[in-house]
């Protein structure tokens, strides 16, 4: 069964966002730790993407400590990055996205009570 076609914003770099994609993966753990991530070759058929691009976000990986080489066998994610992860992307939110969620939560006057139902 093959995957669909991904669509990329032509706004941001290929790269930038296949990482987001990844650490995606990694979060919820369709990528596990202690697993091996797709070989480059892989993941560059999969999206239609140059291997190149895909060989420059495994180095960007390991490169933040994300992932290890296994000599003979791949790159597999490391034990406890999920939960490093967790926590920076959590940070990122409260800081990047929340203000204007907030803001516009606000200005449309609306309540936790109305946000949570269903």
Same mark, same amino acid.
Not at 1 to 9: A, E, R, T
Not at 27 to 36: C, Q, R
């Given at each position: /069964?093959?995957?669909? !076609? +991904? +669509?990329?914003?032509e706004h941001l770099p290929i790269y930038r966002q296949l /990482?987001?994609?990844l !650490?995606? &993966?990694i @979060?919820? =753990?369709?990528?596990? %730790?202690? %697993? /091996?991530l797709p070989s480059v &070759?892989? @993941?560059a058929s999969d999206f239609q993407i140059n291997p190149l691009t895909v060989a420059k976000v495994y180095k960007e990986l390991a490169?933040?400590? @994300?992932? %290890? *080489? *296994?000599?003979? =066998?791949? @790159? !597999?994610? *490391? *034990?406890g990055v999920r939960a490093l992860l967790l926590k920076r992307e959590r940070a990122k939110f409260l800081k990047e996205e929340w203000p204007q969620i907030k803001g516009r939560i606000e200005r449309m006057e609306l309540d936790v009570k109305t946000l949570l139902k269903d």
């Open positions: /069964m093959s995957q669909p !076609i +991904h +669509h990329w914003d /990482m987001d994609l !650490i995606h &993966r @979060l919820d =753990e369709t990528y596990p %730790e202690g %697993e /091996m &070759r892989q @993941l490169r933040d400590d @994300l992932t %290890e *080489k *296994k000599r003979g =066998e791949g @790159l !597999i994610v *490391k *034990k």
